[in-house]
């Protein structure tokens, strides 16, 4: 079964509007967890690390503001699109290491700004 | 720069086995990973290598030569629902795993 799970799986909001994506470790514990995006045909680019109890690291060109992470626990971390806009629409995946050799990852969201 | 390498496209006969090569250069080597990813689905987890040689998991093989930065997956007795995006990554001495663009892998009857 899953080990990591990601709602919502798919997203329809307004432009402007806020959508909170959640990313859940389900049989182990995270202290970190990644956040990717794909685009169409593309392969998946990391866009920062959630780190339990403490700031995220964000990629360069990603901008923090805009897409906020929370980690608040050792098996939960959030990233919120804020004020979205078209552009922002894509495939959002999170993922979580496992016993250090195994990353697995949620069902991803997919993300449609209108 | 880092850079992973691997096909765009390939094309296999259902029954066949084909290989999918990947070659890299990154700073630092902690494994390399193999993912299956399936159109509008997350990449699923197939295979890790750290040491070199052959590792075998069923109808699926992954291979590394370190110091060639060298790795293939091999995919026997093919069946259609192998057709997918198939995904090599690295992680490199910071623990980030650095994707390749992915190939897809298309089965015909």
């Known amino acids: 079964g899953a080990v990591v799970s990601q709602h919502p799986s798919r997203v329809i909001c307004k432009s402007g509007t806020s959508v909170k994506i959640e990313c859940r470790s389900l049989d182990f514990q995270a202290t970190t967890m990644f956040w990717y995006r794909q685009f169409p045909k593309k392969s998946l680019m990391l866009m920062a690390t959630?780190?339990?109890?403490?700031?995220?690291?964000?990629e360069q060109g990603v901008e923090k503001d805009k897409f906020l992470i929370n980690h608040a626990s050792l098996t939960l971390s959030t990233l919120t699109v804020t004020s979205a806009h078209p552009e922002d629409s894509s495939f959002y995946i999170c993922?979580?290491?496992?016993?250090?050799?195994?990353?697995?990852f949620g069902q991803g969201t997919r993300l449609t700004v209108v | 720069g880092q850079n992973i390498d691997q096909p765009t496209e390939m094309t296999a006969t259902e029954g066949a086995i084909v290989q999918i090569n990947c070659t890299y250069q990154t700073s630092g080597f902690n494994g390399l990973f193999w993912y299956q990813q399936h159109a509008g689905e997350a990449p699923t987890f197939l295979s890790y290598n750290v040491l070199d040689g052959l590792e075998e998991k069923g109808r699926f093989s992954s291979f590394l030569s370190r110091s060639k930065g060298y790795s293939y997956l091999l995919l026997k007795e093919l069946q259609m629902k192998d057709s997918a995006s198939y995904l090599c990554a690295v992680r490199d001495s910071n623990y980030q795993l650095i994707w390749g663009a992915g190939t897809k892998l298309i089965i015909k009857p």
């Open positions: 959630s780190n339990e109890g403490s700031k995220a690291t964000y």
């Open positions: 993922s979580a290491w496992r016993m250090n050799t195994e990353a697995f």
